[in-house]
């Protein structure tokens, strides 16, 4: 593990791979967090949603058309809505044969084991809440879990844990639950809306395009809901050139399918 360790702040943006090394396996899958291990990122960002019988799953889409055998394994359960199967049903599927052949049987974990790995291997979440509005408490729970294996400790909110939502609400009763641990708002808010945001949390994720120079000055001028100075993560950067522009931007974290790509052009 850690071939090449990530930089220090100071240095260069860290990079965070999305999905795991998702240009490379399989997203949300271990397969896709190994790859990223294997390349040296510690930081990876995956998406977490619920299954009908209550367990969390690391999943992207709300169907499991996309990225699984779904369709083929249950032809008659169209949408195919992640919330519609149970954990044992999503655990037969096949989520790797849809990027390759070398990945096939790769399953759809569990948040459980996928905590397990991360642990394993030293790695660093920034955990997406998927479509919260869809799973009613999913922030507590989701919270519990992380709890359970070790992720709500100090060491961790300190730097090894982030989580984030494009709902501003869900992010909102995040942080209220557990306010030592950083939050981040996925979305471009206006730089007049960045006070209210500040209020709950901690960082700013916005799409490249919006990750402009005056764009991150903004938001690093304010301290978000732990105190500390805001940061912005922005997504998804999959190329050398993009990468360089928004590391002259300042921001703090790169989110990309490619990290290494990253990494190279962000290196100075
Ligand atoms: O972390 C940023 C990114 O994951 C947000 O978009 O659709 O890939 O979940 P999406
Ligand atoms: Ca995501």
Request: net charge negative; aromatic share 12%.
């Given at each position: 593990a850690h071939a090449a360790p990530q930089r220090k702040k100071a240095d260069a943006p860290v990079t965070v791979a999305h999905r795991g090394a998702s240009g490379y396996a399989p997203e949300n899958t271990l397969a896709a967090v190994e790859k990223a291990d294997k390349l040296g990122f510690d930081w990876v960002e995956n998406d977490v949603q619920r299954t009908k019988d209550g367990e969390l799953v690391v999943m992207h889409?709300?169907?499991?058309a996309r990225t699984t055998d779904v369709e083929k394994l249950y032809?008659?359960?169209?949408?195919?809505?992640?919330?519609?199967?149970?954990a044992k049903e999503i655990g037969?599927?096949?989520?790797g044969s849809w990027f390759?052949?070398?990945?096939?049987?790769?399953r759809v974990p569990t948040l459980e084991k996928y905590l397990k790995s991360l642990t394993e291997n030293h790695q660093r979440l920034l955990l997406e809440l998927k479509s919260p509005e869809l799973y009613p408490g999913i922030e507590l729970q989701t919270l519990k879990e992380l709890s359970e294996h070790g992720w709500l400790d100090s060491k961790h909110t300190k730097d090894k844990l982030v989580i984030q939502s494009f709902n501003a609400a869900s992010v909102k009763t995040t942080h209220d639950l557990h306010p030592a641990l950083k939050t981040g708002f996925l979305g471009n808010p206006k730089i007049s809306e960045l006070d209210s945001y500040a209020k709950f949390t901690d960082q700013i994720n916005p799409t490249y395009t919006a990750a402009t120079k005056d764009y991150v000055k903004a938001v690093h001028a304010r301290k978000g809901a732990r105190g500390e100075q805001m940061e912005v993560f922005t997504w998804t950067v999959n190329d050398g050139s993009t990468a360089r522009t928004v590391d002259k931007a300042g921001v703090d974290g790169i989110i990309s399918n490619y990290p290494d790509v990253v990494r190279e052009a962000t290196r100075g």
């Open positions: 889409d709300t169907t499991l032809p008659d359960r169209s949408p195919w809505n992640v919330r519609d199967f149970t037969r599927l096949d989520a390759s052949d070398d990945y096939k049987g790769e």
